[in-house]
């Protein structure tokens, strides 16, 4: 049987980026051999625009409006729920990337290659050309405080090198989770643990589903021979100190399951207290910056 393929991207304020990523998507689609692949495009934006509607349609997609931004868990999970038909692959994409033409047909082999890799990631370009660490160890008390608290100063630091591998970007390899900004996942690892959770709001929710594919025995690997490029973040651009508090929230719900229990109570406090005082402290410098 033939491997299937069904795609689902997130959009907000998308106008200048969508008509990109269709256009990319769809000759991907095609070098890989799913050029009839179903394309939902779901919208979290609070009024329609005309502009990512008819791109959407025009490409051959699907629009969803959505009635609530929920975030971008939500999203995904309302997009999911709207496909009609059962692909053996799905991919979560962001509006702002553009897909390299081989990427989908890489990312599809290494996914035949290995049955036992529920979610598989690209190369993620910046606009500059550099390659974005997309591809993270899990974070863990000690790896995520020292990051968080030496990551913007000392960006060459060991416990930020450590967490986002930054040494490790050239070679297929294992990781402890994928960024959703492109993702290809087998559709039976990502209904096995549920999909996304949408308690998370923005952020956190890759790391999130990457620790339960990992626990359900599904392996995350890297594939950079496939490339994307992450045209700008256009949703998080548009208000980054509120996307910033954002962050240290999900970090913060992340880190209180992961760190469960009554005798840990102590340490959850002095995590929300640290997380809280990060987040104003760094609302403030991006206040003054602006």
């Not at 919208?43 to 609530?68: F, I, K, M």
């Not at 979560?92 to 890489?106: F, M, R, T």
Request: charge should be neutral; hydrophobic fraction near 40%; glycine fraction near 8%.
């Amino acid at each position: 049987m033939t491997a299937s393929l069904a795609v689902v991207a997130v959009a907000y304020g998308s106008d200048d980026t969508i008509g990109a990523f269709l256009t990319s998507l769809g000759e991907s689609l095609r070098r890989a051999g799913q050029p009839d692949a179903e394309v939902v495009v779901a919208d979290n934006s609070p009024v329609p625009s005309a502009t990512v509607v008819q791109l959407v349609e025009a490409s051959g997609a699907r629009y969803l409006h959505l009635a609530a931004n929920a975030g971008y868990g939500a999203g995904v999970t309302a997009a999911v729920a709207a496909l009609e038909r059962q692909a053996t692959y799905l991919v979560v994409s962001n509006p702002d990337i553009v897909v390299e033409p081989d990427c989908l047909a890489l990312l599809l082999s290494a996914a035949e290659r290995l049955p036992d890799a529920g979610a598989l990631g690209p190369r993620i370009l910046d606009d500059d050309g550099g390659t974005y660490p997309s591809a993270r160890s899990l974070p863990s008390l000690r790896t995520g405080v020292g990051h968080a608290a030496l990551g913007r100063v000392w960006p060459t630091n060991p416990w930020s090198t450590s967490y986002k591998a930054e040494r490790e970007l050239d070679r297929e390899r294992d990781a402890g989770w994928l960024s959703g900004a492109f993702l290809l996942l087998r559709r039976s690892a990502f209904d096995e643990v549920g999909g996304f959770d949408d308690s998370y709001f923005m952020y956190f929710e890759d790391v999130d589903l990457g620790q339960r594919l990992g626990r359900a025995g599904w392996r995350s690997v890297y594939v950079p021979t496939g490339t994307v490029v992450h045209a700008g973040a256009q949703s998080t651009s548009q208000n980054s100190v509120v996307m910033e508090r954002v962050h240290h929230e999900s970090a913060y719900l992340y880190l209180s399951r992961k760190y469960h229990g009554r005798v840990l109570a102590p340490l959850r406090l002095a995590l929300r207290l640290g997380l809280a005082a990060r987040a104003r402290w760094v609302t403030r410098r991006r206040r003054r910056a602006s």
